[in-house]
DNA sequence: TTGTTTTCAATTGTTCAACACTTGACAGAT
DNA sequence: ATCTGTCAAGTGTTGAACAATTGAAAACAA
């Protein structure tokens, strides 16, 4: 995974790329508030370093700085959860639509990636699983052959994943997905994109009811644990984007 | 224009601000190389608070680092034009097409803008006219009543006004798409959407390959006077997205 | 007890001065 | 003319300091 030119990188953005790893890992959990120092001084990197650090992964929405008052991880709601998929629908869905004539090599990523998946879930390997599926949406961006859309899609997958750390993997089974992802790669190399891009909104619907189910179980369990300053009515009962989703079934089987 | 809660931003944000502003102003025109020291003392701050307003407009992507060898003002290349009016066409369709039952304010706010707009071209107000251009579209983006896809909108016109600011104002007028813009507004609100769409994507277009011809002399001009470090066949005399385009003749009239 | 004001420690925002590291250019040697 | 070593300029990074703000405890008043 190395490239060959020389590594030359500054300590700030290395330190930057260590800690958007953490967060996305979990191992930062969102609403976990960062002091500067004792975090400069774990990775034996000065205050200011750590502070270019911070402001990079401020501007890409993992923290959330709040003047003189520190840093925390950030939390989606469900309004954030609502806003990224509806970008992802847009996203994917154009770029399916815009695989007409579609780049064989991608397709290739696509097929190799797919069978990662399925070895992964027969694994039992629910990481690397989780990895897969994002990969192979993240794949079918590159469709669209637009490096700022596919910087931005990332982005707002790197927002998403903050919320995707938090359901329980033991109530929630990657496999289930591994058939509809069979079906959207059959259909787009069958070319009925019509068809492909109607099953990924109901893939993607079904998704994002299933995160907000999670996250609003989330945010009315621990409302006592969470001592952030957002005590708001936030944890509404209802389940905020139910009526927006346009199936709830399940999708595959 | 000011926000009735107290100023408290930080001074990393305004030295940001104040960059950002002029750089889209073209006062700090592509490929001016930035030293951050004179630039720290001329507005009074220290080298790390411009350090940090630096990385913020770096990663908006109005500025390009290259590690030990300073910063410089970003330059478009054709590939970036045509990048971003891909960009734009998807998202600015996408808007129309959520405008089926559009907010009353924001039809209304578009009214206004328009009129603004018409009586800043009657007052050969360039300066003006432009910023009423953009913002008309940025209006459109409101439909999607989204800020993710908003926010991405916004930083995506700032680049491109960073290659509007190379065009002659004296060889272009801006008045030239009123009608157009007019156009789409009538379409706008008597709901037809898809011939909206059809019209928006052939001003896209048409706006493109002008910025493009524009871009494409530029390079091919001044290649002696530009001693930035990409003296690559970038100059290419055959504009470039010319294929791309799907009518490359006048819309309005 | 309850509500208000004061104090204070903790943390962030900002500055400053220094040093390490890279780079581009220039001068001298071949 | 080409190569090589030197060097000034500029960026990357550090560590320490001070200013500004906040949250909450402590002191006070009703």
Redesign the interface.
Known sequence: MERSPIH???V?DQVASNLRERVLNGELRPGTSLHEIPLAESLGVSR?TM??AV??LS?EGLVKRN?HRGIAVAQLSLKDVH??Y??RR?LEM?AILAAKTPDPDLLRQLRTGLEQYEKAVRARDWVAAVNHDLRFHRLIIRF?K????ED?YQK?IGELRMGMVLVDRRHDDPGMLVPVHRRLYQLLIAKKLRECTEILARHLDDSESRLCRVLDDHLAGNSSANHGPEAKARSVRKVRSAGKVRSVARVHD
Not at 146 to 149: A, F, K
């Open positions: 030359r990188v500054s700030a200011n502070r270019e402001r990079i501007l003047i806003e990224i509806h970008v847009l154009q669209l637009n490096d700022r859309l931005f707002t």
